[in-house]
């Protein structure tokens, strides 16, 4: 693993310090919201087009790039991004920032897109795997270490909307002086959603649904904070141990996924989370409380999302696979747009504990709805048969999505040339 960092460094520095400045943003609007005193249900808007303009980029992020190239679209979405983040103070209405987050979605699916065809032309078969989990840890890394930031800042001001600003720019530094462009890339076009959800109604139905809890966690978690009146440094360190649990728990869960009827698990793993949602509902304000009760959806929520594709993934032939994996991003998105607005609409009719208990109607929806699977089909694919868990993040794009299909379909060739020759 060492050796695929040091011949991708600069790609994961950049990486890291684009998720500090979209991590530190993303919590610093929820609390300046308070500030700015929008409702909740207008911060809901605000957190919810994010996720409008990430699915518009990871829709045409591709094209851009197929028409301009990847260094143009990289640099061209990275300034864009630096200057929205300089923008939110200045423009204080529900309006801007809901256009700003609009763009700023749509500029990081972009730069998502473009920085993982890079990490994916670098890759080989034996490292493509080695290179998704240092991407991730990156990732998880830099929004962990946004909130340290946020801490020990003044919201009320403008420092930490320019530090992002900054952080952002310095970010393409190491990757455009040091990346090799890669060619023009042609994206697989998406399986009908009508025949995704005929091949793996579980993992359709469960990925819209989790859409909801990622928007949730992303988007509304400051919001929430806010409006319990807990501190900037509490609403920073309940934010971080969301990620900090799920990378942590990424891995076993995968390990557990490979040896087991990933059904089980799922129903499991969904259930554990609503009880850890309804926990943190019924803290009574223990802080905590409310931290293990978050500590328990993020290990759990986050996790789903590779589980559901790996599940998919045992009814698809090869060829499939790459479609479905699009297809489950834009079935994911409706569902993180639609989750922080339900969320802010529920949250302002019955306060703060409202949002622990959305998650948890969610994550228990998960759950009965893979018993009521278990039930129509008893019997599904053998242990044997499953192909392997790969890590991959809720907020991936079709390129990551089509990395991690690359490292599945790797797996079982592998597997079913060593069954080939083991009677010889």
């Not at 911060?43 to 087009?49: D, E, K, L, P």
């Not at 897109?113 to 991407?135: C, K, M, P």
């Not at 990757?175 to 995704?196: A, C, N, Q, W």
Request: with cysteine; aromatic share 10%.
């Amino acid at each position: 693993m060492f050796k695929v960092f040091i011949s991708s460094w600069a790609l994961f520095l950049g990486m890291f310090m684009l998720m500090v400045g979209n991590g530190l943003q993303g919590t610093l609007l929820g609390i300046r919201g308070g500030l700015e005193n929008f409702s909740t249900f207008q911060m809901s808007i605000v957190m919810s087009a994010y996720f409008v303009g990430f699915l518009g980029g990871s829709r045409l992020a591709p094209e851009m790039i197929r028409r301009v190239g990847h260094v143009r679209v990289f640099a061209a979405l990275g300034s864009t991004i630096s200057a929205v983040l300089i923008l939110y103070p200045v423009l204080p209405e529900v309006w801007a920032w809901t256009l700003g987050r609009i763009v700023i979605g749509f500029c990081f699916s972009g730069v998502y897109v473009t920085a993982e065809s890079w990490l994916n032309n670098s890759a080989t078969n034996d490292t493509r795997g080695q290179s998704l989990s240092l991407y991730m840890l990156a990732q998880m890394s830099g929004i962990v270490l946004a909130q340290g930031i946020l801490s020990i800042g003044d919201v009320s001001g403008y420092t930490l909307f320019i530090i992002p600003s900054v952080l952002v720019s310095l970010a393409f530094a190491p990757i455009l002086l040091s990346v090799v462009p890669t060619p023009s890339f042609d994206t697989t076009r998406p399986m009908k959603i009508k025949d995704l959800i005929q091949t793996s109604p579980l993992a359709s139905v469960g990925m819209f649904l989790l859409g909801g809890v990622f928007a949730a966690q992303f988007g509304m978690t400051a919001v929430y904070g806010t409006q319990a009146g807990l501190s900037v440094a509490q609403i920073s360190l309940l934010v971080s141990l969301i990620y900090i649990a799920a990378l942590v728990a990424q891995y076993p869960i995968g390990w557990a996924s490979d040896r087991m009827d990933r059904r089980i698990l799922i129903i499991g793993l969904a259930a554990l989370g609503g009880a850890g949602a309804m926990l943190a509902a019924m803290s009574g304000g223990n802080f905590y409380i409310i931290l293990v009760g978050a500590a328990i959806v993020g290990g759990t929520s986050n996790p789903l999302y590779a589980l559901y594709i790996a599940y998919a993934n045992d009814f698809l032939e090869h060829e499939d696979m790459a479609a479905a994996s699009a297809g489950f991003i834009f079935i994911n998105g409706v569902g993180a747009i639609t989750g922080p607005i339900v969320l802010g609409y529920v949250m302002g009719l019955f306060g703060e504990a409202a949002f622990w208990v959305v998650v948890a109607l969610l994550m228990s929806a998960m759950a009965l709805y893979g018993v009521v699977r278990v039930l129509q089909r008893p019997s599904d694919t053998a242990i044997e048969d499953q192909i392997s868990y790969a890590p991959v993040m809720a907020n991936a794009s079709p390129v990551a999505m089509e990395l991690a299909q690359e490292i599945y379909i790797d797996a079982e060739l592998d597997e079913q040339a060593a069954e080939e020759e083991g009677p010889s």
